[in-house]
């Protein structure tokens, strides 16, 4: 019997299939990946595993397009060959048996219309039986048969027995055991190997590594591989993959020449033949092949590595609701700065001179204080780049201080893809009547406010976090980081009522037409006063709102439920719950005693079962909380300015900027990141930086090595 496309999926990726089946069904229903994890835990649950979770669900989701895909693949190649006639019930069996789109390939490849080849031309000068004949390998007398096959386009016996051998160089070469035995080959022992080109050794000089290199496929880590291939496409290396060419020639003579029977005559042709095919067709076939699979697999590692150091930047610490003095540094053009309410929006802008005189300095440092006393200054947000650490040492000096008599809190903001932002579309929509620097001041405040916010108006590629980001597949690459930006948003939970277009997009259900129309009507309408109302939205039907309602946070709404991640559908299973409890539903969040009353399994329902229940009540426990962590101050050595102030053994702070296959990048305050290389990471083996470290995360290192020449710096977190 053949498995279903539900049994097939849980077959690949291990899962329960009824678990799989529900799945596909929701996905096909218009469900999204978050609501599928967070609103129905029941429909995806298993006896054994519980709930499926957005990795296993995004999992299925892809696994079930690439099988669709080829069940589409393999009624074309089934189409195709019954065409020419030479669909058999067994090769028709096979292709109907195989799962794999190499393998579906394979058993096409002997039926695909060909150039012409040199093999076609050899058949079409009538030469097939005498290779049959050298195939049979039973004559001894070749020089017999071949006489009986010349003709003007054949005129020696040579290039007779020449014409059959390129007929069974390429039937062998298309053979689909014979590819796979050798594909096994390639698997278990090729190398990839590397050499410079000629006469580009000097201008290559930064793939100097590779000048003359040789590793195990199998065993070459995504960077490297990478790192090869870049080094090829900019056309200072020469790439190769393959295993012992003998060793290979040496399986495929075991599969087609005969051991013991066969005339020597006949072996020897044959022979001639196999070390052709495989030189001149089967071994650039599989090379091609497997330089692609690697390429696809170290794609796929580093698009994981970019995708998860994405996310922790995304999810790094909020300052929150606060107002903001944000500055981005400059020597030459001054400091711009801005000033930015609770929510974002700008004050005022001015530029702070630091660099040209004393007198200037003074005059810069009463406009500071003035403007965190008109405006009522909570922090100051100091981007990281030329001259941020001098701004940051002279807004120090000033010991600016709230009103509440607090010292005013200064935190360094990374400012990569500002300029990016700052010279978007986005950018100029929102401030149509300010330059370029203004707009990037405003962004580095609303990183500190809120980093998820802000950074979903840059693309991801631009945000610094990844590791050969350009080499690799790109739509690949923008479907991991969309699903991303989506799970974090959904993850955190959107305020209806102060979210961008641009934020409002990414959540469940809903895209840029949709979440445009929800900020034109609440520029029409005024705030929103309840989920409800997201029902008059423009085009927000019933199914959208299904998908969206849950995410999307309302403070201050008259039904508290609705600044919360229960879902609306289930707030009558709240109200049941207060009134069993003799209260409120606002009584039931603030009272922890009355929840603890609360027995879930009594308000079972088809559609609501205990994982459901259970996530309503830690909710109504931390309505509306961000789960991300708090943000604290960090503050960089103050010895250390430049890479001319390092020196061996120095211990100092340092932020996690970016996490690659290899180690950790960590900014000490000097402009140049230093790596902390994974052998450097811990006492103990470790095989993943990311078991080690996040990104934005507060480290000491020690200083290791200062290469000055080659901007490099090492460092160790062993201390």
């Known amino acids: 019997?053949?498995?279903?496309?539900?049994?097939?999926?849980?077959?690949?990726?291990?899962?329960?299939?009824?678990?799989?089946?529900?799945?596909?069904?929701?996905?096909?229903?218009?469900?999204?990946?978050?609501?599928?994890?967070?609103?129905?835990?029941?429909?995806?649950?298993?006896?054994?595993?519980?709930?499926?979770?957005?990795?296993?669900?995004?999992?299925?989701?892809?696994?079930?397009?690439?099988?669709?895909?080829?069940?589409?693949?393999?009624?074309?190649?089934?189409?195709?060959?019954?065409?020419?006639?030479?669909?058999?019930?067994?090769?028709?069996?096979?292709?109907?048996?195989?799962?794999?789109?190499?393998?579906?390939?394979?058993?096409?490849?002997?039926?695909?219309?060909?150039?012409?080849?040199?093999?076609?031309?050899?058949?079409?000068?009538?030469?097939?039986?005498?290779?049959?004949?050298?195939?049979?390998?039973?004559?001894?007398?070749?020089?017999?048969?071949?006489?009986?096959?010349?003709?003007?386009?054949?005129?020696?016996?040579?290039?007779?027995?020449?014409?059959?051998?390129?007929?069974?160089?390429?039937?062998?070469?298309?053979?689909?055991?014979?590819?796979?035995?050798?594909?096994?080959?390639?698997?278990?022992?090729?190398?990839?190997?590397?050499?410079?080109?000629?006469?580009?050794?000097?201008?290559?000089?930064?793939?100097?590594?590779?000048?003359?290199?040789?590793e195990p496929l199998r065993r070459v880590p995504s960077h490297r591989l990478l790192a090869l291939r870049r080094g090829e496409a900019e056309g200072?290396?020469?790439?190769?993959?393959?295993?012992?060419?003998?060793?290979?020639?040496?399986?495929?003579?075991?599969?087609?020449?005969?051991?013991?029977?066969?005339?020597?005559?006949?072996?020897?042709?044959?022979s001639l033949a196999i070390r052709d095919g495989y030189k001149r067709l089967l071994k650039p076939s599989l090379e091609t092949e497997f330089a692609n699979s690697s390429k696809e697999k170290a794609d796929a590692e580093a698009i994981r590595i970019f995708a998860e150091n994405l996310r922790q930047l995304l999810l790094s610490p909020p300052l929150g609701q606060q107002r903001v003095l944000a500055i981005d540094p400059g020597y030459r053009t001054g400091c711009k700065t801005v000033c930015l309410d609770a929510q974002g929006n700008l004050l005022t802008d001015t530029v702070l001179y630091l660099a040209q005189s004393e007198a200037q300095r003074q005059q810069a440092a009463q406009t500071v204080q003035k403007l965190v006393a008109q405006y009522k200054i909570d922090a100051v947000a100091i981007g990281n780049g030329t001259a941020g650490r001098e701004t940051e040492e002279f807004i120090q000096s000033l010991n600016l201080i709230k009103q509440a008599g607090e010292r005013i809190p200064i935190f360094m903001v990374s400012e990569q893809g500002a300029s990016i932002y700052s010279a978007s579309e986005v950018a100029r929509s929102e401030f149509p009547d300010q330059d370029v620097t203004v707009r990037g001041a405003v962004s580095i405040g609303r990183r500190l406010m809120d980093p998820l916010a802000e950074l979903v108006k840059i693309d991801p590629k631009s945000i610094g976090v990844g590791q050969y980001q350009h080499d690799v597949d790109q739509t690949d690459l923008k479907t991991s980081l969309d699903t991303v930006v989506e799970?974090?948003?959904?993850?955190?939970?959107?305020?209806?009522?102060?979210?961008?277009?641009?934020?409002?997009?990414?959540?469940?259900?809903?895209?840029?037409?949709?979440?445009?129309?929800?900020?034109?009507?609440?520029?029409?309408?005024?705030?929103?006063?309840?989920?409800?109302?997201?029902?008059?939205?423009?085009?927000?039907?019933?199914?959208?709102?299904?998908?969206?309602?849950?995410?999307?946070?309302?403070?201050?709404?008259?039904?508290?439920?609705d600044n919360s991640a229960v879902h609306p559908e289930r707030y009558a299973i709240v109200e049941r719950m207060a009134t069993d409890a003799g209260s409120t539903v606002t009584d039931l969040i603030r009272r922890p005693e009355l929840r603890q009353q609360i027995k879930p399994e009594r308000y079972v329902t088809d559609t609501a079962g205990l994982p459901t229940l259970r996530d309503i009540l830690a909710e109504l426990a931390k309505p509306g909380r961000d789960p991300r962590e708090q943000l604290s101050v960090f503050e960089y050595d103050a010895r250390v300015r430049s890479v001319d102030d390092l020196h061996e053994g120095m211990v100092l702070p340092g932020v996690v900027t970016n996490i690659t296959a290899f180690g950790a990048f960590v900014d000490i305050g000097v402009k140049q990141d230093g790596l902390v290389h994974v052998s450097q990471m811990a006492n103990h083996f470790v095989s993943d930086p990311k078991t080690v470290v996040k990104v934005h995360q507060k480290v000491k290192v020690k200083v290791m090595e200062v290469d000055k020449a080659r901007k490099r710096i090492g460092l160790s977190m062993k201390l």
Not at 63 to 92: F, N, S, V, W
Not at 251 to 262: D, I, K, T, Y
């Open 236 to 270: 200072f290396l020469s790439v190769s993959i393959g295993p012992d060419e003998e060793a290979a020639i040496e399986r495929l003579e075991r599969q087609f020449v005969a051991e013991r029977s066969g005339t020597p005559a006949c072996k020897e042709q044959l």
């Open 1 to 214: 019997m053949t498995p279903t496309i539900d049994q097939r999926v849980a077959a690949r990726l291990g899962l329960n299939t009824r678990s799989v089946a529900a799945t596909i069904e929701l996905l096909n229903g218009g469900a999204t990946v978050p609501f599928i994890a967070r609103y129905r835990k029941e429909a995806t649950a298993s006896p054994d595993r519980g709930p499926l979770d957005e990795v296993q669900i995004g999992q299925i989701r892809e696994t079930y397009q690439k099988l669709l895909e080829l069940d589409k693949r393999r009624e074309a190649i089934l189409k195709a060959i019954d065409e020419q006639g030479k669909l058999t019930p067994e090769l028709r069996k096979k292709i109907e048996a195989t799962d794999s789109l190499v393998d579906l390939e394979d058993l096409y490849l002997p039926y695909k219309q060909k150039r012409k080849t040199r093999a076609v031309l050899a058949i079409e000068r009538g030469l097939e039986p005498l290779a049959n004949v050298l195939m049979a390998q039973r004559e001894s007398n070749l020089d017999r048969i071949a006489q009986r096959y010349l003709s003007d386009a054949v005129p020696t016996i040579d290039d007779a027995l020449q014409g059959a051998r390129d007929i069974l160089a390429e039937r062998i070469s298309e053979d689909a055991d014979a590819r796979q035995r050798i594909r096994n080959l390639f698997d278990r022992e090729a190398i990839i190997r590397s050499v410079v080109k000629k006469g580009k050794d000097v201008e290559g000089v930064k793939f100097k590594d590779y000048f003359d290199f040789a």
């Open 487 to 561: 799970s974090c948003v959904n993850q955190v939970g959107v305020s209806l009522n102060t979210a961008s277009a641009y934020l409002l997009r990414y959540v469940s259900g809903l895209g840029p037409q949709l979440a445009n129309n929800i900020v034109a009507y609440r520029a029409e309408h005024g705030a929103f006063s309840s989920r409800d109302q997201l029902k008059k939205v423009a085009r927000l039907g019933p199914k959208v709102f299904e998908q969206c309602a849950g995410f999307l946070r309302i403070e201050g709404a008259k039904n508290p439920l």
